[in-house]
Nanobody
Framework: QVQLVESGGGLVQPGGSLRLSCAAS????????INWSRQGPGKQREFVAG???????SYADSVKDRFTISRDNDRNTVYLQMNSLKPEDTAVYYC?????WGQGTQVTVSS
C-alpha cells in the first residue's frame, strides 16, 4: 500500500523557518519524483517544489531562494526546508507522487 505522511507544520512568525517532512513507502520513494504542493485559504492548489529520484530539483518562482527540497534515501523521506516565511506562505502543504497524496500539514505564518 502506498503511503505519504507529512509532518512538521505549525505556527511561525514572519521571517521564521519550518522544516516539513514527507515519509514515503518504499515503492513510491524509490522509483518516482516526490513533490510538494500547497493550498492557501481561498486559493487553488499550487506546485511548490519537486525532487527527482536522481536529486534534480524544481521550485515555484514564489519560493525560489527561500525553500529547499531534499531527500534522504536511507529514511525514504523528503524534506522541505522553508526559510524567510511570509504570511502568504500560509497554506496546507501536501506531499505527492504520481496519483498519490498525503493528508496535508498546516503551515500558518502570522505574528
Amino acid at each position: 500500500q502506498v503511503q505519504l505522511v507529512e509532518s512538521g507544520g505549525g505556527l511561525v512568525q514572519p521571517g521564521g523557518s519550518l522544516r516539513l517532512s514527507c515519509a514515503a513507502s518504499g515503492r513510491v520513494f524509490s522509483f518516482n519524483a516526490i513533490n510538494w504542493s500547497r493550498q492557501g485559504p481561498g486559493k487553488q492548489r499550487e506546485f511548490v517544489a519537486g525532487i527527482s529520484t536522481g536529486g534534480s530539483t524544481s521550485y515555484a518562482d514564489s519560493v525560489k531562494d527561500r525553500f529547499t527540497i531534499s531527500r534522504d534515501n536511507d529514511r525514504n523521506t523528503v524534506y522541505l526546508q522553508m526559510n524567510s516565511l511570509k504570511p502568504e506562505d500560509t497554506a496546507v502543504y501536501y506531499c505527492w507522487s504520481r496519483d498519490y497524496w498525503g493528508q496535508g500539514t498546516q503551515v500558518t505564518v502570522s505574528s
